[in-house]
């Protein structure tokens, strides 16, 4: 099993740009979660899902938007990307809200 | 003041050592503790799950939490070069709350 995979794992943006971060995982979960990881922040929690076609905001979620059309898939956009938002993003799943959170390998974004 | 607070180190200590990494938290309502395990570069993985006070151990890791001082322990013993990673801790008020997550403590186990 992949797990959660997280697509591009790098990239490079200019200010004012816009992107989308793919996420997949193939473990049939209901959760899914995208955090941003900054030195000293620890991992704080963008926008999540509890399920197919559902989205919620997180503790940090302006700037980004999410969808989840299938299961599997939750994807996270930048409408128009700042410097502020150069981080390294983790896309994560769980079976449920109490149960074991599955994270991706990371994304690195560099907003220039 | 942040929820969850780790010494961010980083911690360099001899193989064969052990490590003791610690956490405080803020909120009494916090009832469950988790550590999770984070290599360079790679995701966090779930590495203990607590409930309330206590102990709990697996094979050469031992998770504790005081809640009466809201402290958060995970001993590491016989530490081994494949430690060496970054420590998260994390807490939940219960089973269905968003999980809090402390900016981690970096730790090199040297051989």
């Known amino acids: 099993n992949a797990g959660v995979t997280q697509t591009p794992k790098f990239r490079v943006l200019k200010t004012g740009q816009s992107m989308t971060l793919l996420c997949a995982q193939d473990?049939?979960?209901?959760?899914m979660y995208w955090y941003r990881q900054d030195p000293g922040m620890g991992l704080r929690l963008i926008h999540y899902?509890?399920?197919?076609?559902?989205?919620a905001k997180g503790e940090v979620p302006d700037g980004y938007n999410v969808s989840r059309l299938k299961k599997q898939n939750f994807l996270l956009g930048l409408e128009s990307a700042a410097p502020s938002q150069t981080s390294v993003y983790f896309c994560?799943?769980?079976?449920?809200?109490?149960?074991?959170?599955?994270f991706g390998e990371g994304s690195w974004l560099t907003v220039v | 003041q942040k929820e969850v607070e780790q010494d961010p180190g980083p911690l360099s200590v001899p193989e064969g050592a052990i490590v003791s990494l610690n956490c405080t938290y803020s909120n009494s309502a916090f009832q469950y503790f988790m550590w999770y395990r984070q290599y360079s570069r790679k995701g966090p993985e779930l590495l203990m799950y607590?409930?309330?006070?206590g102990n709990k151990e697996d094979g050469r890791f031992t998770a504790q939490v005081d809640k009466s001082s809201k402290y958060i322990s995970l001993f590491i013993r016989d530490s081994q070069p494949s430690d060496s990673a970054t420590y998260l801790c994390a807490t939940q008020k219960t089973s269905y709350d968003k999980v809090i997550f402390g900016p981690g403590t970096s730790l090199s186990v040297i051989p």
């Open positions: 473990m049939n979960h209901e959760y």
């Open positions: 607590t409930y309330s006070s």
């Open positions: 899902s509890v399920g197919e076609g559902t989205t």
């Open positions: 994560a799943s769980s079976r449920g809200s109490g149960n074991t959170i599955y």
